[in-house]
């Protein structure tokens, strides 16, 4: 196989669904966005060097339906002989894009690629704007179709994770969210532009456009304040709106060049996909996940707990991902894992994290100097996902 460098990784910020900042600008906007700035911030790269988009989205519908890795790369200006798709694993759907696209380079299949990844969940919901599950077999396997939601409780109730320890993880995730932002760290986000709709004298609307250069969910907490919340999805359960992962819109981009093209262009290496894993396991409990597709992922490259510098785990949940931590002896690694925090404070813009995670984790990596990064997530259904990325 040919070898695939990752030449550029960046994302736009996460803002709240609904009301966040993202709340008006559609998911093309967001997504043409970063493809295009993904290219014009690589030296030497030009568009008409791209051959293809991977863009991972978990509800491809809607407003983000049709094709949108093809839509967004021609409303990014792009070349028109540049194809595109779109790829979804739900959670992982960013992270597949980036796999996918780094594979095709190493078969032989592409030269230069981009796996993206984009969610607007005020525009399309998580679920879907028209959810039809198949009728005999949502009756005889109803837990394929449960809310995420649940399956944290189940994760929670099962393995003894309490509310407590649940919402010292949340506040310690928003607490490194906030000092990361306040020391400028998060490196690997560009100023989006968003837009607003904003009614005229005559009863007319005009389109004006702001810049946001910060995930907006971040939100000083005590363990004490998270304590009074109540919980969201069970009555008797312990997981809250503060110790779930927010509903997020935003968008990311990696691109991806064969050897032989940095070669040619000039383009300088910043990393490499080492593997991706994904392993399946129980719907109702999809929150174990990662405890499956890390090991999976580290067999895979020949590589322990123990090389790792720096881990993206993806905290759709406080109960799944202290499950899954404990599982996996990572304990003593807590300085590793999601150091500028995780989704509990920056979001979960879905079918875009893994893109998203994936520029962060490369952005975290260069900032500690370390060589390996894990980016891992859960996935509805019932799956987890997990890659190992080096720095170069
Ligand atoms: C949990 C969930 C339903 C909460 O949604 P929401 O109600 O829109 O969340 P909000 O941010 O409005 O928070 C709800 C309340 O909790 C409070 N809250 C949230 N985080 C808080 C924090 N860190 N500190 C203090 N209060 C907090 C809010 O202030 C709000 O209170 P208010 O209603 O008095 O204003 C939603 O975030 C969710 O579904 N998350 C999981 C997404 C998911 O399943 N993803 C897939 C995983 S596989």
Redesign the pocket.
């Known amino acids: 196989m040919r070898d695939a460098y990752i030449v550029q990784s960046v994302r736009t910020p996460g803002c709240?669904?609904?009301?966040g900042l993202f709340n008006q600008t559609r998911p093309e906007e967001l997504a043409s966005f970063i493809m295009r700035e993904a290219v014009e911030r690589t030296p030497n790269l030009s568009p008409e060097d791209l051959d293809d988009v991977m863009l991972g989205c978990a509800f491809p519908e809607g407003e983000q339906g049709l094709n949108l890795g093809r839509i967004a790369n021609q409303m990014a200006g792009f070349p028109e002989k540049v194809s595109g798709a779109v790829v979804n694993r739900?959670?992982a759907s960013g992270l597949e894009a980036i796999a996918l696209a780094s594979a095709r380079v190493q078969m032989g299949w592409s030269e230069v690629t981009m796996g993206a990844g984009c969610e607007s969940m005020t525009f399309v919901p998580?679920g879907g704007n028209c959810p039809r599950p198949h009728p005999e077999f949502s009756k005889t396997n109803p837990e394929n179709y449960i809310?995420?939601?649940i399956?944290?409780e189940n994760v929670a109730q099962r393995y003894n994770v309490s509310r407590e320890d649940q919402d010292k993880f949340?506040?310690a995730s928003?607490a490194k969210a906030v000092a990361a932002r306040d020391n400028g760290k998060f490196t690997e986000i560009i100023p989006t532009p968003a837009f607003k709709f904003v009614v005229q004298a005559d009863g007319t609307y005009k389109k004006e456009q702001f810049i946001v250069e910060h995930d907006d969910?971040i939100?000083?907490?005590?363990v004490e304040?998270?304590a009074?919340?109540?919980t969201?999805?069970s009555a008797v359960g312990s997981?809250?709106?503060?110790n779930?992962?927010?509903?997020t819109d935003g968008a990311a981009a990696t691109i991806i060049a064969s050897k032989e093209k940095c070669d040619e262009l000039g383009l300088t290496p910043i990393g490499r996909l080492v593997t991706y894993a994904t392993v399946g396991c129980k719907s109702d409990e999809?929150?174990v996940g990662p405890r499956y597709a890390i090991p999976a992922a580290l067999k895979q490259a020949g590589l322990t707990i123990d090389d790792i510098d720096i881990y993206e785990i993806?905290e759709?949940?406080a109960s799944q991902a202290i499950y899954c931590i404990k599982e996996l002896d990572l304990e003593k690694y807590m300085e590793k894992i999601n150091i500028h925090g995780g989704?509990?404070?920056l979001g979960?813009p879905?079918g875009c994290t893994g893109a998203k995670l994936t520029a962060t984790c490369l952005a975290n990596l260069k900032e500690v100097n370390g060589r390996y990064g894990i980016v891992s997530?859960?996935?509805?259904g019932g799956m987890g996902a997990a890659a190992i990325f080096e720095r170069l």
């Open positions: 709240k669904q609904k009301r739900f959670c998580m809310s995420m939601g399956t944290a949340a506040a928003q969910g939100r000083a907490s005590t304040g998270l009074k919340l109540r969201v999805f997981v809250t709106a503060a779930s992962s927010q509903t999809m929150g993806n759709a949940f989704a509990i404070a979960h879905l997530m859960c996935i509805g």
